[in-house]
């Protein structure tokens, strides 16, 4: 329990040093909140005054009017600041947030892949979205309620003892017991709050990921399994969110109970303390006089002072929502960055890449051992096996998206490492089965790569890659907007675009994992040609499972369960009748 109440108290602290990067804001919002609060609270005292003026001032109706007069200029003096006040707090919860975001998102695109792999994107999308509402939500009532309810407590305790001690200490030893009435059920609330916060993750990944996958589900009849699954989640978080959202709510109606019984009491003793004032009684001898009016401003200032712990109360679901908010997407920013790699200049033209007795383990147990082969310039490298060999593996160490356990991975004669992994990537032109497009038009995807890329370059670069035709069937051709993913395309049509774009940037080195396989037969042969001119001289890796692609590779590395079985070229894999040719005459 200790250690959670240290969590949250540094997730607060942290959430207000970046709300403190903004000091045009916080500082100026705080002084108006705390100023306009300490304004309305001169207007009990004065109220009080007036009354008793009335009652024995006899008949100076100007007096009295001046007293309404300051009354009404302190009530709408403290109504400006308050309400500015408010508008620079809810402008420092945005920045804030807004600040958050960026982090968060640039943090994503700089982390290692491993942990993007590690959540679903409906969480991360979650993270990004409803969490940070969240957290504006808490920062703003956090800081516009705390701050006015401290200067509230001050000067109501002052104001108070001056006016009755006897009574003032009464009421400060009561109001306390709302609030640990209210701590008492708040410290309940920590679990469900976090519970509605995992839920509501689950839901989203959830979602995301069967709408992403709805042809599939379709297909497969699975539209009532898909349904049950959302339907026990969303369950979950209804309940998850029914019990927290009561929790909190108990908190205020319950605070409240006890703060009218501690009103009526005060009102009670107030008045006998009156009566004890009249013709020098009691309350006289023991210098705690007391007047209509002055009970009239005590039971105001009896009821501000319970005002604070009203709203700190009212506020614990706020707070402990943004609390876990902010927990989770610290989770993603506290993070450690993907490190750049060396410092070594990438040299063109590259010499060769060489893996020497490399390992590699996506957690204890190995995934991949011994892998040793050599690609030299300009040469052809075909990766066939079966599914989950490590192909894919190979490509995402050789662009260093994952980092080697053992070996040596060698480019252009230095270990890997000595280069910047951006230099490393940028080296490489990339095709892959699954293609990535952008809400933007063909133009634009196309010149991905080439931001700065001309009219003829584009349209080289999509003939190039035998996408004119298509393009021209579109109403707006190259101005035709393709939404997100492309899903108004075809799987071959949105390859084709990703083929494109290669073909516009010319690497040097080339990786086509499956580059042509939502393509139809024809269309195959007429970039399978179009790929021969791109590939000639450059040095590539091919990722294959339809060996008749790859029969003129300089070399085919043929992989199982993470191990080289076989190497060689076309002509000598057959000749040896192994794995590959196996392979083969099941291809055939």
């Not at 991949?368 to 192909?391: C, D, N, P, R, Y």
């Not at 050789?398 to 270990?415: E, H, Q």
């Not at 907007?481 to 390859?495: N, R």
């Amino acid at each position: 329990m200790k250690r959670n109440k240290k969590a949250n108290f540094s997730v607060i602290r942290r959430i207000l040093s970046l709300a403190l990067r903004h000091k045009g804001c916080f500082f100026p919002g705080m002084i108006l909140v705390i100023g306009g609060t300490a304004l309305s609270l001169l207007a009990p005292v004065l109220t009080g005054k007036a009354i008793d003026y009335a009652l024995f001032g006899a008949t100076d109706f100007a007096m009295i009017a001046r007293y309404c007069v300051i009354i009404a200029a302190c009530v709408a003096a403290s109504g400006v600041a308050v309400w500015t006040g408010n508008i620079l707090l809810s402008r420092l919860a945005f920045l804030t947030v807004r600040d958050v975001r960026a982090e968060l998102f640039g943090k994503l695109l700089s982390v290692p892949l491993s942990v993007i792999e590690r959540h679903s994107r409906g969480d991360l999308m979650t993270r990004m979205t409803t969490f940070g509402e969240n957290l504006s939500d808490g920062l703003y009532q956090g800081i516009m309620q705390l701050s006015a309810g401290i200067v509230t407590l001050i000067m109501t305790i002052v104001c108070m003892y001056v006016m009755n001690w006897a009574v003032a200490t009464l009421v400060v030893l009561l109001t306390p017991v709302s609030a640990f009435v209210s701590a008492a059920i708040a410290k309940r609330n920590r679990v469900t709050f976090a519970r509605q916060s995992e839920n509501m993750e689950k839901m989203s990944g959830l979602a995301e990921e069967q709408l992403s996958g709805t042809r599939i589900l379709r297909a497969y009849g699975r539209v009532s399994a898909s349904e049950k699954d959302f339907a026990e989640i969303n369950s979950e978080l209804f309940k998850s969110g029914l019990s927290s959202q009561f929790a909190g709510a108990l908190v205020n109606p319950v605070s409240r109970i006890v703060n009218n019984i501690i009103y009526a009491i005060v009102a009670v003793v107030g008045g006998l303390f009156i009566v004890g004032t009249m013709h020098g009684g009691w309350a006289t001898d023991i210098a705690a006089p007391l007047t209509l009016g002055g009970l009239s401003a005590f039971l105001a200032y009896a009821n501000q002072f319970a005002k604070p712990f009203n709203d700190v109360t009212s506020v614990t679901a706020e707070l402990q929502t943004a609390a876990s908010a902010a927990r989770r997407i610290f989770e993603i920013t506290d993070a450690a960055d993907e490190d750049k790699g060396g410092s070594l200049a990438v040299e063109h033209p590259v010499s060769g890449i060489e893996f020497d007795d490399v390992s590699f383990s996506y957690s204890d147990k190995p995934f991949m051992e011994h892998i040793t082969f050599a690609a030299a310039q300009g040469e052809k490298i075909a990766l066939v096996g079966t599914t989950g060999s490590g192909k894919t593996t190979i490509i995402n160490l050789i662009m260093r998206f994952y980092d080697i356990t053992g070996g040596r991975l060698v480019f252009d004669g230095k270990d890997i490492a000595s280069y910047p992994r951006e230099g490393v990537r940028r080296s490489f032109g990339m095709v892959l089965q699954d293609t990535w497009l952008f809400s933007g038009t063909v133009r634009e995807n196309i010149a991905y790569g080439k931001p700065g890329a001309t009219e003829e370059e584009i349209r080289l670069a999509a003939h190039a890659a035998r996408l004119d035709n298509f393009i021209g069937t579109l109403e707006r051709g190259y101005d035709t907007v393709i939404s997100g993913d492309g899903e108004e395309l075809s799987e071959g049509q949105k390859q084709l675009i990703a083929i494109a774009r290669v073909f516009l940037t010319s690497p040097e080195m080339l990786i086509l994992d499956e580059a042509t396989a939502s393509v139809d037969a024809m269309t195959e042969r007429t970039v399978q040609s179009a790929f021969a001119d791109l590939l000639g001289g450059k040095t590539s890796f091919i990722v294959a499972h339809r060996l008749s692609t790859i029969r003129d590779s300089d070399l085919i590395v043929v992989m199982d369960k993470g191990h080289i079985i076989e190497s060689g070229t076309h002509e000598s894999l057959v000749a040896a009748g192994g794995f590959y040719t196996r392979m083969l005459k099941a291809a055939e």
